[in-house]
């Protein structure tokens, strides 16, 4: 979602876009469009009822909180992939508060009826004038941020919908939480750097 965040505060705020020189995107969620259409359809649904939705995870909070932390441990590393201790760790404590969890839901749900399913070709070529944009994007497969989302912006740079300064990485090693995994972190860093540093030399004078 930082990444829509981003793209509508450069068209709302002309004078913070004007200011800038690069946009960097990791994963972004700047469209509504999983890989699987079954999941888009649960998600959809799931989405348009956010009352019975957050009664239902603040109940599994609540009886994770019941729930020996051995066991609450081994289905986090084992059915949700996260294999680092401490951030395994500090998920299972933030599972087990409902409030959170009930926080958590509402926006993510949100989220999905906010984002739109396409790709929004004038917001990008309106961003494009003005500064280029950078765009990192994982396997997983990543449901938010999936590979085909870049397949598609290069189709419609190749017809001249959005401009040539958007340019796509794409690193199927790296997970869309990369964030709790400490080995794909140099990875995110190193594309960080590399883009700032290579967009520094083509410009003379920075406005970032």
Known sequence: IGAHLVQRICLLRKDILNRTFLILHLMPFIRFDPPSVSKKVLLSTI???????IAFLRT?????????????????????????DDGRDLAIKLFRQPRFARNFLELG???IRTIPGKHDD?????????????LLFCGGPDQWAPHFHLVELKA?????????????????????????????????????????????QSCIRPRL
């Open 156 to 200: 419609l740079q190749n017809n001249g919908t959005v401009p040539a300064n958007i340019r796509t990485k794409y690193c199927p090693e790296l997970v869309h939480d990369f964030v709790v995994h400490p080995g794909m972190v140099g990875t995110v860093v190193d594309f960080c750097v590399s883009s700032i540093a290579a967009e520094e």
């Open 122 to 134: 004038a917001a990008l070529r309106i961003i494009g004038k003005r500064c280029p944009t950078n």
């Open 109 to 111: 749900l949100e989220e």
């Open 60 to 84: 599994l909070s609540k009886a994770a909180s019941w729930t020996p932390n051995t066991l609450i441990d081994v289905l986090m590393k084992y059915l949700a992939k996260v294999n680092d």
């Open 47 to 53: 989405a348009r009822s956010p009352g019975v939705a």
